[in-house]
């Protein structure tokens, strides 16, 4: 007989489950289930081995009758027969395997049968001995690409992991967190806290008089899977996600200065450092004190630890030490945008084309989140793969539009996600862009284009007369696509000069332009849009990631247009008439 699994052997399985069903392209709903069962035993701090003599694991929320069964199979005898025969119908090596971008299941059996390949570092191994070129339908060019992506893959450094599934889980961290023992405050610090487009580990500072068992209870995280370190400051481990977590557990009057430490990227702690030291002070993590005698400097926040430096307070998606240290010394910090201040959903996709709700739900959805107008672009015909409009098509949602529009409060503004196409004109012609509301104006067949040829051709569409929105700037895709090749000065340059605006995208998988490029575009007067590129009506709180990138770039409500209203964002996009633009320089 197998070996018993353990609960968190079990949420392995039932990951791998979901897996092999998504694959299969079937079931999609058992595999949904099975990868929320998953999640539930990674966070369920019980026994086990007791709710299934019991028979109350249907007790755990989302765990079905079949699922109960799947799970008892799974820690009494170490099998699953449905697993098993999920695995029969695969290739060896599926599961892993099909997290390498661009292979599917026939590319899969084709490695397993002539090279044996079930893992991602065998499929390393054998790109490097240029094995995988001779398989039919690879090449040395699909090989490169192959040995650069499994490399990644194969590397022992933490997974990147994007905004969305990292806040989940520190979400779930800090509320584990607060329950324990004497907690005064709990803050995640790090990477997450300044917002930056990935996080490979999470960091979160514990205030707590009863500094032992505070530490005790973080070790007791239902998510820790393994224990990578403990000392006096605190600990370290790996969670269930392949995420690592440190822990610094510290006396409430040392709070301020830890999370000042933990929050901040090297370069601005370190710069911050320095100006304390000029001040005859030391700067630690431990706290603020004089340089003379050591006497303590009380510090009841981060803004009283700034202040006492004579410095303005540094919002945490600032600390980078790209400018902002010396524009706090001289108080000209931008007041940063935040998200009560946006007015108006821009960028939003219906069913129209490739988005997945209809007009009406979108509609309701951005009027019962309070929000006054919801821009309806939808792809132009160039993006035929995303459904895009015809003319015809187009006019029949202006038609829908309005129809919805007699139902509901929010305003309604009718317009396009328009394609530049490869000599920079714009996908429609002018006498129906400029019916439109808004315009945006998006690459996204890249042509194989030189950065000479691609910088002549956005520029071009930037040229155009409409008033337009140069939707996700460079076309990234975080993490697997690079952005597009091209001289962004000139474009800056060419943008501050025509009848154009720049949207920060909250799509977490692209936040798009990145904070250096957001900061080049205010030096010259730009000003942005932050959208959600929302293709459903959950992708609404999209909005959320856009606001922490546009801060990220110092970016103040003033310079951000839909955080006008109704009328008068649509009276300063509307592409068919000059408008002149708003605000100050920032």
């Known amino acids: ?98 997290r390498v971008p661009g292979l599917g299941i026939k590319q899969i059996a084709a490695l397993n049968a002539h090279l044996g390949i079930e893992t991602i570092a065998q499929l390393e191994a054998a790109c490097e001995a240029g094995k995988v070129r001779a398989v039919k339908g690879f090449g040395e060019a699909r090989e490169r690409r192959l ?73 007791a995280l239902p998510l820790v899977a393994a224990v990578s370190g403990q000392d006096e400051a605190g600990c370290r481990v790996v969670l269930t996600t392949g995420l690592p977590l440190e822990v610094k557990v ?26 304390a030291r000029d001040r ?93 107008y919801l821009t309806i672009t939808d792809h132009s015909p160039e993006a035929s793969y995303a459904g895009g409009l015809s003319i015809e098509r187009l006019k029949a949602q202006w038609d829908e539009i309005a129809r919805v529009q007699e139902t509901v409060s929010v305003k309604l503004l009718r317009g396009t996600e328009s394609d530049i196409l490869a000599d920079g004109s714009l996908d429609y012609p002018d006498a129906i862009l400029e019916q439109l509301d808004v315009v945006i104006a998006s690459i996204h067949r890249r042509h194989r284009m030189s950065a000479e040829e691609m910088t002549r051709r956005i520029a071009r569409a930037m040229e155009h007369p409409c008033f337009k929105i140069w939707g996700h700037a460079l076309g990234r895709l975080i993490e697997s696509r690079p952005p597009v090749e091209c001289h ?21 998988h692209r936040l798009d332009m990145e904070p250096r490029w957001v900061r080049a575009a205010r030096r010259r007067g730009i000003r942005f849009v932050i959208s959600t590129d929302a293709h459903s009506v959950s ?35 509307a592409p068919a008439a000059a408008r002149p633009r708003i605000g100050g320089d920032g």
């Open 539 to 573: 992708e609404l709180a999209n909005l959320r990631y856009g606001v922490a990138m546009a801060r990220r770039g110092g970016v103040p409500a003033r310079e951000v247009l839909n955080t006008l209203d109704a009328d008068g964002f649509a009276r300063t996009v």
């Open 280 to 372: 005859g002070l030391r700067l630690e993590a431990s706290g603020l004190s004089r340089a003379r005698g050591g006497r303590r400097v009380p510090i009841g926040s981060e803004a009283e630890l700034y202040r006492q430096l004579g410095l303005q307070y540094v919002p945490p998606e600032l600390r980078e030490d790209e400018g902002e240290i010396e524009a706090s010394l001289a108080g000209s910090l931008p007041d940063l945008v935040e998200g009560d201040e946006i007015r108006g959903f821009v960028h939003c996709h219906t069913d129209y084309s490739d988005g997945r709700h209809s007009v009406e739900q979108m509609a309701r959805a951005a009027e019962s989140l309070g929000l006054q």
């Open 250 to 275: 510290v006396a409430p009057e040392a709070f301020a200065s830890e999370l000042f430490h933990a929050t901040g990227a090297v370069a601005h702690v370190e710069h911050v450092q320095r100006l």
């Open 488 to 508: 962004m000065e000139e474009i800056l340059d060419v943008i501050a000069r025509s009848r154009a605006a720049i949207e920060i995208n909250g799509d977490p």
């Open 1 to 98: 007989m197998a070996e018993k699994l353990d609960r968190l052997a079990i949420a392995r399985a039932l990951r791998e489950m979901s897996s092999l069903l998504g694959l299969a392209g079937r079931e999609p709903f058992k595999a949904r289930a099975y990868e929320r069962g998953a999640r539930v035993l990674e966070r369920a701090d019980v026994d086990i081995g007791r709710l299934i003599t019991e028979g109350r694991l249907t007790a755990l929320q989302g765990v079905g009758p079949g699922l109960a069964r799947t799970i008892a199979d799974l820690h009494l005898t170490g099998r699953s027969p449905a697993l098993e025969e999920l695995r029969r119908r695969f290739p060896p090596g599926a599961s892993e395997l099909v």
């Open 147 to 219: 040995l650069a992506v499994s490399r990644k893959l194969a590397s022992p450094r933490p997974p990147k992991v994007l905004l969305p599934a990292a806040l989940e889980v520190a979400e779930e961290v800090q509320e584990y967190l607060r329950r324990g023992p004497d907690v005064h405050a709990v803050e995640v610090a790090g990477d997450l806290r300044r917002w930056t487009e990935t996080v490979d580990g999470l960091v979160v500072v514990l205030g707590s008089t009863q500094h032992r068992a505070a530490l005790e209870h973080a070790l």
